[in-house]
T-cell receptor, first 117, second 111 residues
């Protein structure tokens, strides 16, 4: 069964430093998409970055980059120059079903990041 | 502005009652989803729909029901058969290979 694993329940990082949030996935699909979302205490889900399974280059969006290692089935999120506003819950997600046409998104259990001043 | 609207933001249910959570989108997306989130947990898929008049069960569909009579609407009913319905419910939509767009969520509490 398709699955997303985030092994870090909580992380601390000093302001202005970089932090890596881990994500591994398991799927039998050849074509899939990987996403990261940020969830502040308000509960909204904010899309951060996307990586397609056939993309050869790692995705980047501003201070966010995705370290995609297909052979290891990992899709780690790197946040550079952390800011206090980055404190939130972060979810890794995978869109599967691209082959069958029945798309659905599955999520990991999340990592709570706290940025320290 | 295009987006997804969930209502109400807070909902209280008495034991044995059915309640319906609203989800409306004006993004013209074909696919819509309902997720449940428990405190400190990830999102678990309840139901999803790829097109009008069709929907599939997710991982935790028991005690829930949905309908998809219009493209823009995907209401979720939490029935009395759902024994532990207190949670945060998120509705989402997507189109093709895009990311999923989420509503602001509904916090349901059993009183």
């Amino acid at each position: 069964a398709q699955k997303i694993t985030q092994t870090q329940p909580g992380m601390f990082v000093q302001e202005k430093e970089a932090v890596t949030l881990d994500c591994t996935y398991d799927t039998s699909d050849q074509s899939y998409g990987l996403f990261w979302y940020k969830q502040p205490s308000s509960g909204e889900m904010i899309f951060l970055i996307y990586q397609g399974s056939y993309d050869e280059q790692n995705a980047t969006e501003g201070r966010y980059s995705l370290n995609f290692q297909k052979a290891r089935k990992s899709a780690n999120l790197v946040i550079s120059a952390s800011q206090l506003g980055d404190s939130a819950m972060y979810f890794c997600a995978m869109r599967e079903g691209l082959t069958s046409g029945t798309y659905k998104y599955i999520f990991g259990t999340g990592t709570r990041l706290k940025v320290l001043a | 502005d295009g987006g997804i609207t969930q209502s109400p933001k807070y909902l209280f249910r008495k034991e044995g009652q059915n309640v319906t959570l609203s989800c409306e989108q004006n993004l013209n997306h074909d696919a819509m989803y309902w997720y449940r989130q428990d405190p400190g947990q990830g999102l678990r898929l309840i139901y999803y729909s790829q097109i009008v008049n069709d929907f599939q069960k997710g991982d935790i569909a028991e005690g829930y029901s949905v309908s998809r009579e219009k493209k823009e609407s995907f209401p979720l009913t939490v029935t009395s058969a759902q024994k532990n319905p207190t949670a945060f419910y998120l509705c989402a939509s997507s189109q093709g290979h895009s990311e999923a767009f989420f509503g602001q969520g509904t916090r349901l509490t059993v009183v």
